[in-house]
Each structure stands twice: as C-alpha cells, then as structure tokens.
C-alpha cells in the first residue's frame, strides 16, 4: 500500500469514528471524573476534540490514583483513572469495570544541563538511587552504565492525516483542520516494527553533583507501578513489595535521608526537579518534556537499552498477561525485544449501570480515549493500545450499561 492511500484510509477511518461518537442518547451531558495525574496530559489534551466530537462535556482532576479510587467508591465520581486496581476486593465498589484506555511509559527524568546526551541506566543501579545508596552523580556504577556499548531499538514511523475540530464558544461554528502526525508502525496485528538496532560506544561524563531525589508524596498509581518495577527487575536491592506511596516501599526510611523531597502530583514532581540541578525523578514522560529534563535510556531484560516511549510501551504491555477482569500483569523478567519495561496501564473506572445518560456518555468517551486520543496526539507520549489488549478494552467498556 502506498503512503498517499494509508494516509487517506486513517483519515477516512477517524472521520467514521467521530460520526459514531455521535451520542443517540443526549447531548451537552456534562461528566466529571478525577483519578491519576498519569492520564491528565492525554485527557487535556483530547477533552475539547471530545466536545467537538459529540457535544458532551468531561471535567476531570487528578489528585493522584488513590484519590480517584477513593472518590470513586464513595459515589463522589461517575468515572475515575488509576494507574493501579484496588488493592483488596473489600475496597471495590459494587459492579466495578476496569478499561484499560491508557497506556503509556513512566520516565526516569533528570537535571543535568552540562550532559547534551541521553544518560542510560541499568534497573539496579536506578533501584540504588531511589533508595539512597547512590547519592552523587560521577557514583561509580551510575559511570559503569554509561561506558559501555549500548544497544538501542530504532523503531518504525509512519505518517498518519488526523483531522481536528475546534468549537466557537460564542457562534458554535466547528473548524476542521487536517494535520499529518508522525506514529510508531505497526505490523498487522498492531505490534510496534523494531526496523533496526544502533549498537554503538558510549562514553558519557557525568558531574560530580549531588542527587536530589523527587518523589511523590501522595498515594499514587505511578508510584506503585515504578516500585512495582524497582520490586520485579531489582529486587536484592528493593526487597518491598510494590506500594502506591512511596516512601512505604522504601528500603530505609526516607527521613534519613537529606536528598529526598516529596511532591504531590507528577507535574509537581517534574517542576521540582527543573527547578534544582542534580535532581532526578518519575512521572509520565510529557511531564519530563514539558519541564525540558532529560529522559534516561533504560535496560531490559534482552540488555537494551530502550527510550520512554509508546512503541517500546507497546511491546513491553504485549508480553504480559490479560485478567479476567481487565487489569494487566507484566513480566519483567521476560525478554521482549524493544520493550520498555517501565511501561503501564492506566484504567478508567466505570460502573455496570447508572443513569442512563452519565454511563452511555462513560462509553463514548472511555471509547474515544481508547482509540483516537494517542493519534491525534502522539507528542504525549501515550501508545495506541491495539491487539488483544484493545479487545479486552472494548469488551470491557461494552459492559458499562
């Protein structure tokens, strides 16, 4: 197939999924949601192409993955997103669906302005870092890490035609215009194509800076995926289990330590980390690029070295395991090509039933999130869930009644 016909079938196909969303039920249904800052750049992002799409409006806050799950089960919210399922079935509310909509890498983001290149880091030594055995930059093992010969994945784009739609508050006249947006390429079970590997010498010098450690303070589901990761990939190191607040997972206590500062949210978490040099942290990686930090090169378990991105997510997802109730279970110790291993799943929370306009408006949003969001923005960070997962999703969001 030539470019000029794929570019004209994904518009074609966006322009008939837009007409779907069109609700039979209501318009101007008005949504509010809260949950994990994770979602919030996607969610900002595609909430105003939404409106446009279908006349329905979403309100959502962050506050963190804990507080969505919370407001969730008290009734405060009609739809909720968290990086991370409940952590006990007494929690759950009642008929409780889980989408997985989101997906998208967790990056390890830094401050170090006299370092023009990416910095790559094996999972033990990150393991030695957030737990305070690393403290200084020029550490000897973070140097091991980054005089090496690495092997990095380069994967395969494509241009896709997305078209976006903006609303006159005052006259309601729509704006359509066309855009050509740059994704990863997938094959045709929606598998993102390592099209070749860069193997080269890496020889960076790293400052003699102490480290400043961000994390978040509030219960989190990116903190309980990262330590998820610290626990599966490092685990002599970081021998507690994986827990939504941080410093509960930590090895020692944090009060020991004068270079940890906690910040709520992981726009909070990126901004403390521009504003001090030596700093280093997690969130999402469009609030890395947002704040201009650097991103580290990550190791997996085939000993590449692998960016925070949606087409290594992709891989890193596809290796592990679908539940039954749509949640998802990774491997770390699996060695999958190109995987990002730092990659997640956020969910949507929905109910089975509900008033009939609040759920058939879930559905169409949970929907539109799924499947058009990561392509019309793709400088997000967020991969295009496809494959089994995105059957599971679609199945899922079906049950929303």
């Known amino acids: ?27 101007d249904v008005t949504i509010s949601g809260s949950g994990a800052t994770f979602a919030s750049p996607l969610i900002d992002a595609c909430k105003g192409e939404y409106n446009a799409a279908t006349g329905n409006s979403i309100n959502y806050t962050g506050g963190g993955s804990g507080k969505g799950r919370t407001d969730f089960a008290q009734g405060l919210v009609p739809f909720a997103g968290s990086d991370a399922p409940y952590s006990t079935t007494l929690l759950e509310p009642k008929g409780l669906i889980y989408a997985p909509i989101y997906a998208a890498p967790i990056a390890i983001m830094y401050n170090l302005p006299t370092v023009k290149e990416s910095i790559y880091l094996t ?20 140097a091991k890490d980054n005089e090496r010969v690495v092997k990095t994945p380069i994967f395969g784009t494509k241009q896709v035609a997305v ?45 003699s800076t102490p480290i400043t450690v961000w994390y978040r303070s509030e219960s989190s589901g990116t903190s309980e995926n990262f330590t998820k990761f610290l626990k599966g990939t490092a685990p002599t190191v970081w021998p507690k289990a994986q827990n939504g607040t941080f410093t509960n997972t930590m090895p020692k206590d944090v009060s020991g330590f004068f270079n940890f500062q906690g910040a709520s949210g992981s726009a909070a978490v990126a901004a403390g980390a521009a504003g001090k040099v ?3 942290g997690y969130s999402e990686v469009s609030f890395a690029r947002d704040n201009k930090l650097g991103v580290a090169y990550i190791q997996n378990a085939a000993g590449e070295f692998v960016a925070p991105d949606a087409a290594g997510t992709s891989l890193f997802l596809g290796g592990g395991t679908i539940n039954e109730n749509g949640t998802v279970s990774v491997d770390f110790e699996k060695k ?17 039933t509900g008033h009939p306009e609040i759920q058939g408006t879930i559905r169409t949003w949970f929907t539109y999130v799924l499947e058009v969001c990561p392509t019309k923005y793709p400088e997000k960070g967020f991969a295009l869930i ?11 969001i079906a049950k929303i009644k």
């Open 123 to 142: 999972p033990t030594t990150i393991a030695k870092i957030f737990s305070g055995s690393i403290q200084n930059w020029n550490d000897p093992l973070i």
């Open 336 to 352: 999958i090509p190109g995987a990002y291993s730092l990659g997640t799943t956020s969910y949507g929370l929905a109910k089975e």
């Open 278 to 280: 030596g700093s280093i």
């Open 1 to 27: 197939m030539n470019s000029r016909k794929r570019l004209a079938i994904v518009a074609i196909a966006t322009s008939a999924l837009f007409a779907s969303m069109a609700p039979s039920f209501a318009k």
């Open 163 to 207: 078209k976006t739609t903006t609303v006159d508050k005052k006259t309601k006249k729509k704006t359509t215009k066309t855009t050509y947006k740059t994704v990863p390429d997938v094959d045709v079970n929606g598998k993102p194509v390592i099209a070749s590997y860069d193997s080269k010498t890496v020889n960076i010098d790293l400052p």
């Open 386 to 396: 496809t494959g089994p997962l995105a059957d599971k999703a679609k199945s899922q």
